[in-house]
């Protein structure tokens, strides 16, 4: 597409212009703005969007702002690819460092860099080798984790109730099953339609497994017994999305057991790792499914006669085990001859038994009467009264004296107990000195530092002051112990203690 300038763009020719200047002025005249923009309309009418091969470079993650920038390239050249924030997320395919990719989408230029760049719009690996070799990778990763575990597998209902199918309801694989399973043994199915390939497809398996999943299993729509996840045949392409991650998950966390039926015997899946079982193809995992109806009535039909002709055989063995015992029994007579002997002589035995025990009795009653005669009542009523008179008499007489032992004492303890009092001590002419809290004091020191004292004597008690705090009386005059209070007022206390 050729280029054209602006009108704007071409000088005047001016007359003075040398003709050199003149020749170079015919030349378009562009502003760096003006040919970034002619140039991007150019790449991208020329071009719009393209299917690209190449080898990722220089891709070291999303970038801050969510988008990812790296580099495709061959043996020849290379392009800034870029893939923004809300296409990377929806990308089947995450870009990966040195892995061979097939991109869709725009070129375009960028004015601040002055180069050409691609806008992907979708991605997927290039070559059945970089698809398989990203298919090992990720089987690495999940295995790692114990998805494909042994021990994680479940044994498949023998007679399911239901069973839920997750495909596509258009193809053929859904008519195989349920014909089937009608030729087998008729059961409801289910089916959850979803895309088996293409954009979105993974998404929607994997919420059909989790959706079965959370149906109640009384529900107005009842819970699988187990499920089947089925396509058909198909390339490494066509079959990637039983490779997603979600997929492989989802069929992992289920809780209802499932059968992996995706493409021929010889197609593999990461899903069929994680299978409870794995069917060659889905009309196989019909078979697996359910057992053969017919085959299942012969077999009842057969234990069944098998069970009567052991039942028979089991009376027949008893009836004869019967006679037998019958054959050897004795008869009621001679069972009875001898049970009938014991009896008559214990009817013999029974009248002389009756006189001799009733002779006892009376002879017993005659010596009891004796006994009743020889002692009445009235005597042994006298000789208890007499006797209880005498139980009475002694232990009042014992406390009497006891009484009086104890007073003699208490009299003794009362003496002792005056003659220790120190009120003996006040009686002889002393008195007892005391503060005001009435503690006593014991020496002249301590009487001249209260205020007042109290004095108690034999008969009574006063209060005083002291006038001298050294305990020594003045000269020429004598202590006097009867000497009154300076308020002359006798003061009757309680008795006190010395201590």
Do not use: C
Not at 82 to 110: A, C, D, I, N, S
Not at 155 to 164: A, H, K, S
Not at 314 to 336: F, G, H
Not at 426 to 448: C, H, I, K, N, Q
């Amino acid at each position: 597409m050729p280029l054209v300038p602006p009108p704007q763009a071409r000088p005047p020719l001016d007359a003075e212009t040398p003709p050199s200047t003149h020749l170079q002025s015919n030349a378009p005249e562009w502003s760096v703005g003006d040919l970034a923009s002619a140039l991007k309309r150019t790449l991208e009418d020329a071009f719009g969007h393209v299917r690209l091969r190449g080898e990722i470079s220089g891709y070291r993650g999303p970038h801050g702002s969510g988008h990812a920038y790296f580099s495709l390239k061959d043996g020849s050249a290379k392009i800034d690819a870029v893939v923004w924030k809300g296409v990377l997320g929806r990308l089947r395919q995450k870009p990966k460092e040195g892995l061979e990719v097939l991109v869709t989408g725009k070129v375009t230029t960028f004015a601040g860099k002055s180069s050409y760049q691609i806008i992907v719009d979708s991605m997927e690996p290039a070559g059945v080798g970089a698809w398989m070799a990203l298919l090992e990778e990720r089987k690495k990763l999940l295995a790692a984790e114990g998805l494909f575990a042994a021990e994680r597998k479940r044994p498949i209902p023998y007679l399911p109730r239901v069973i839920g199918v997750v495909t596509s309801p258009t193809g053929a694989v859904i008519r195989d099953i349920l014909h089937r399973l009608q030729d087998r043994f008729p059961r409801p199915v289910l089916v959850w339609p979803v895309r088996v390939q293409g954009e979105g497809a993974a998404d929607e398996i994997a919420a059909a497994i989790s959706g079965f999943n959370a149906l109640e299993p009384r529900g107005q729509i009842p819970r699988p017994d187990v499920l089947i996840v089925a396509r058909g045949g198909g390339s490494i392409e066509d079959l990637w999305a039983f490779n997603e991650e979600a997929v492989v998950r989802a069929a992992a966390e289920s809780a209802i057991p499932l059968i992996s039926a995706v493409g021929h015997e010889t197609d593999t899946t990461l899903i069929d790792f994680v299978a409870d079982r794995r069917a060659p193809t889905p009309t196989g995992a019909a078979e697996m499914a359910v057992p053969v109806r017919a085959d299942l009535l012969d077999e009842i039909h057969d234990l069944g006669a098998r069970q009567r002709g052991t039942i028979l055989r089991r009376i027949e063995r008893e009836r004869l085990d019967l006679r037998a015992l019958v054959r050897a029994m004795p008869s009621p007579d001679a069972v009875l001859a001898t049970r009938r002997q014991r009896l008559d002589l214990a009817e013999a035995r029974l009248a002389p038994a009756l006189a001799a025990n009733a002779r006892d009795h009376r002879a017993r009653l005659i010596r009891l009467t004796d006994r009743l005669a020889r002692r009445s009542p009235a005597v042994a009523l006298a000789d208890a009264r007499g006797r209880l008179a005498r139980i009475d008499e002694r232990p009042l007489s014992a406390l009497r004296h006891a009484i009086e032992r104890r007073r003699s004492r208490l009299d003794a303890l009362g003496g002792l107990l005056g003659a220790l009092s120190y009120r003996a001590v006040l009686a002889r002419g002393y008195a007892l000195v005391r503060d005001e809290d009435g503690a006593p004091l014991r020496s002249a020191t301590a009487a001249g530092q209260v205020p007042v004292l109290y004095l108690q004597f034999a008969d009574g008690s006063v209060t005083a002051r002291p006038d001298a705090a050294d305990g020594d009386p003045p000269a020429g005059r004598r202590p006097s112990t009867g000497a009154k209070p300076r308020s002359g007022k006798a003061v009757k206390e309680k008795q006190g203690s010395l201590f």
